[in-house]
């Protein structure tokens, strides 16, 4: 049952009811008898609890009141008047009662919302009216679980300071999952500010509608976590590689794909500007002539050496959304860097100046390539034809150049990359259409300079061209 149907039902007419004659010795009665009730000092009325049967159970409600378990308390009225519900129901009804057998209380009964299932029913209620008579709350909270079984009952009797107590135990310690699902249950039962209080750390706060600055809608705290995230793993963390591998696993169990792939294609794309602006100042004829040449050398060794770290962080984000196949606009975007790929044959023709200062640039540019490549071909990210096409297109030039510069390199890196890369982009080039493939094919003829017989991926892309080619046109008649 659930919270809010108990609460109905625990304040319904049946909730309590208040006799100036004895109780009547009901079986209940008599059951409860068998053990000494509990008592508090200054007793001056019984308490009885018993149990509101579920109105589904059927077999419960044809039992009757007689036979429902009950619990009596002896209580002190004075105590019951820190209830708010116990004071209203007092004032407006309490009269004398008469001498009775059962010591001359007077007799109160209340309610109490069957649990589906426990061994102990009336335990909330009973340390409840324990804290009415001791309001020592931190002798009876001692768990989240302790003031989520108690809060219901506080609020059901409208007894604030425990509500109080019990919500501000609950703010200040950690839940488990299945306590969170209860607060989240409770919390809507709490008075606004202290609902607020608890619903923070498991609610985000209202989004703002726009940023103050740009004016463009605001991150979600999920999306602003997720972008602090990857910030902190492609930027001087002390430990980097395990903190890349730690966000990677975080990025990869997210549950919302469309968010990870907005912040990834923010971070892509905050990376790639940086290294189109470091290129685009190493190019510029304009840069060349307005700084002497010492400091234009010096200049061109940082951009040059920062366009190589951002590349690397590049990579990094690419394999995040290789893997977790959200990197369509990113190969997008990669496609459409003519202006890029320019700055980049550019400087690996200026065989001193990158050999001597990023000799590593080459094999990074082919790695980031060959992996959005290779995710076209084994379908894990799919693009139109026309992107297919840009790809090859933009980035064929600078493999034509980089497979040149790599071989003679002693960096600790191997060629395979560029070899793999032609590969893949005649697979790509298997996928287009006739004209564009043979376009793209006659500018692939630099792979067969090494050796014809180390070609046999190219000898095939052209056999396969021909085949096609060869065929009747669609739609000719035979």
């Not at 006799?19 to 001056?44: I, K, R």
């Amino acid at each position: 049952m659930s919270l809010r149907k108990r609460q109905r039902s625990a304040s319904s007419s049946r909730l309590s009811t208040l006799s100036s004659s004895p109780a009547p010795h009901t079986a209940a009665a008599a059951a409860s008898a068998s053990s000494p009730p509990l008592s508090f000092p200054n007793a001056d009325l019984v308490l009885r609890l018993h149990l509101d049967p579920c109105p589904d159970d059927d077999a419960d409600l044809d039992a009757g009141e007689d036979h429902r378990p009950s619990l009596d308390l002896h209580v002190s009225s004075a105590s019951l008047l820190r209830s708010r519900y116990f004071a209203a129901l007092l004032s407006d009804r309490w009269s004398p009662a008469p001498t009775s057998a059962a010591g001359g209380h007077g007799h109160l009964s209340l309610a109490v919302a069957a649990p589906r299932s426990a061994s102990h029913p009336f335990h909330a209620h009973v340390e409840v009216v324990r804290l009415l008579h001791t309001l020592d709350f931190a002798g009876a909270i001692h768990s989240p679980a302790d003031a989520l079984d108690i809060l219901p009952v506080a609020l059901q009797l409208l007894f604030d300071a425990c509500v109080e107590a019990c919500t501000r135990f609950l703010e200040a310690v950690p839940w488990s999952p299945d306590e969170e699902a209860r607060v989240l249950e409770i919390a809507p039962l709490l008075p606004a500010d202290e609902a607020a209080d608890l619903l923070a750390r498991i609610t985000p706060p209202p989004a703002a509608s726009a940023s103050a600055a740009g004016g463009e809608a605001a991150r979600s705290p999920s999306e602003a976590m997720l972008h602090g995230l990857i910030h902190s793993a492609i930027h001087g963390h002390p430990v980097p590689a395990a903190t890349k591998a730690f966000v990677a696993m975080l990025l990869k169990d997210y549950p919302s794909r469309d968010c990870v792939q907005k912040v990834l294609d923010e971070a892509f794309l905050s990376r790639l500007e940086t290294v189109k602006e470091l290129m685009g100042k190493y190019a510029s004829p304009d840069f060349r002539v307005a700084v002497d040449s010492d400091e234009r050398d010096a200049i061109q060794r940082l951009n040059l050496q920062s366009a190589v770290l951002n590349v690397r962080h590049l990579l990094w984000l690419i394999e995040r959304m290789v893997e977790m196949r959200v990197a369509g606009n990113a190969v997008k975007l990669w496609s459409e860097q003519a202006a890029l790929t320019a700055d980049l044959q550019k400087l690996l023709n200026d065989v001193d100046m990158w050999k001597n200062i990023t000799p590593g640039l080459p094999v990074l540019v082919t790695r980031c390539t060959l992996r959005f490549a290779n995710s076209v071909v084994n379908g894990e990210t799919i693009v139109p034809r026309q992107v297919r096409t840009k790809l090859v297109r933009s980035w064929l030039p600078v493999l034509n150049v980089c497979r040149n510069m790599v071989q003679p390199m002693q960096c600790g890196y191997k060629s395979p990359n560029c070899q793999e890369l032609e590969e893949t982009f005649l697979q790509i080039i298997s996928t287009l259409p006739v004209p564009d493939a043979q376009e793209l094919l006659q500018q692939c003829l630099g792979f067969s300079t090494r050796n014809v017989d180390d070609c046999p991926h190219l000898i095939a892309a052209f056999k396969t061209w021909f085949r096609r080619a060869g065929r009747a046109p669609q739609g000719a008649e035979n």
